[in-house]
């Protein structure tokens, strides 16, 4: 698949990831070359956050620039994280993108630090497509895929006949049958590749006989009258009012959940851990639960990120490869 494909999927199907991407990636839609400057505070701002005492900083790096989409990944470093390294001692400038390829190319030029908006399936194809020396740090709060009501209004309500709304680009789709077999409604054909799983993957749809209404992502929301359930990406559920909490069942796996990504030669500076620790601090993680419910959040944290009521359906991860290289 060529990276303008993915970017074009990407800007059709997400936000990520934030984003994040592959559907994924970010939070905004727009696929316009732009990016936001945002000011540098002066001096330290006022946080709740616990950090080390004022002046404990990379002294070779004070000033850290993070690039995101716009949305809920630069709400994340507006609200807490840019107070709590501030208030460590750093400068923290945040500049914002309106697409999905920009990020990266700025990160590999230098004109950023660091880059959070994207899962490691679309960070992984990226480098390797642009030749680009990048590593992912650390995962964030990511709005997952999920299966919403339809006209059933519970997953109880599964018949044989049915009908299941799915976003049509390839790496969502590919979500979406991975979603269906950990419930049980299809099975996939054994040693499959999870993240590019296609309609010719599908081994047994004898149970259920569901038949599968491809859609634009845009439009699941708007055509859940239409059919019994409802495969909805998160940042389009949020977009339309619709509550991730709300999700009959969330992708158990872990390979969506978006990443930072710095140059490979910044892994072991301070100024690293510094933002990496910010991200995983107390503080952030009750900003992250009080603000992103019903998000999928990082592995490390060592939740049980599915907000949704419990289901039989399995909980091993879909993906272990991917899963696997992320950690």
């Excluded at 004070?62 to 501030?86: P, W, Y």
């Excluded at 945040?94 to 679309?122: C, E, M, S």
């Excluded at 390797?128 to 519970?154: M, R």
Aim: one cysteine or more; aromatic letters at 8%.
């Amino acid at each position: 698949m060529k990276l303008t494909d993915i970017s074009r999927q990407l800007a059709t199907a997400l936000a990520t990831v934030g984003v994040s991407g592959l559907v994924l990636v970010g939070c905004n839609n727009s696929s316009a070359p732009e990016a936001n400057k945002e000011p540098v505070t002066e001096g330290a701002t006022e946080t709740t956050t616990e950090t080390a005492a004022t002046g404990d900083i990379d002294p070779e790096h004070s000033k850290i620039v993070i690039g995101t989409t716009e949305g809920d990944f630069a709400d994340m470093v507006r609200n807490q994280v840019k107070g709590s390294l501030e208030a460590q001692g750093y400068e923290v400038e945040l500049v914002t993108f309106t697409d999905y390829v920009r990020p990266n190319i700025a990160l590999a030029d230098g004109d950023l630090d660091i880059n959070i908006f994207q899962h490691k399936p679309y960070l992984d194809t990226f480098k390797k497509e642009n030749n680009l020396d990048l590593v992912e740090v650390f995962q964030v709060p990511t709005a997952p895929l999920g299966i919403y009501t339809g006209k059933k209004t519970s997953l109880d309500d599964a018949y044989k006949g049915m009908s299941v709304s799915a976003p049509n680009d390839p790496s969502n789709f590919a979500r979406a049958l991975v979603m269906m077999d950990d419930l049980g409604w299809i099975k996939l054909k054994d040693n499959i590749d999870p993240l590019t799983a296609s309609k010719t993957d599908i081994a047994d749809n004898s149970k259920y006989d569901i038949k599968i209404v491809e859609l634009e992502a845009a439009q699941l929301p708007r055509a859940r009258d239409e059919v019994d359930f409802a495969i909805i990406n998160g940042n389009y559920a949020t977009d339309a009012g619709i509550k991730l909490t709300d999700a009959l069942f969330q992708e158990p796996s872990f390979a969506y959940v978006n990443w930072s990504a710095i140059k490979t030669a910044d892994k072991d500076k301070k100024w690293v851990k510094d933002v990496t620790n910010a991200y995983n601090s107390d503080a952030f993680k009750k900003y992250a639960h009080e603000t992103f419910p019903g998000y999928k959040y990082p592995k490390i944290w060592g939740e049980n990120n599915a907000s949704a009521p419990a289901t039989t359906a399995p909980t091993t991860d879909s993906a272990p490869a991917a899963e696997a290289a992320a950690q």
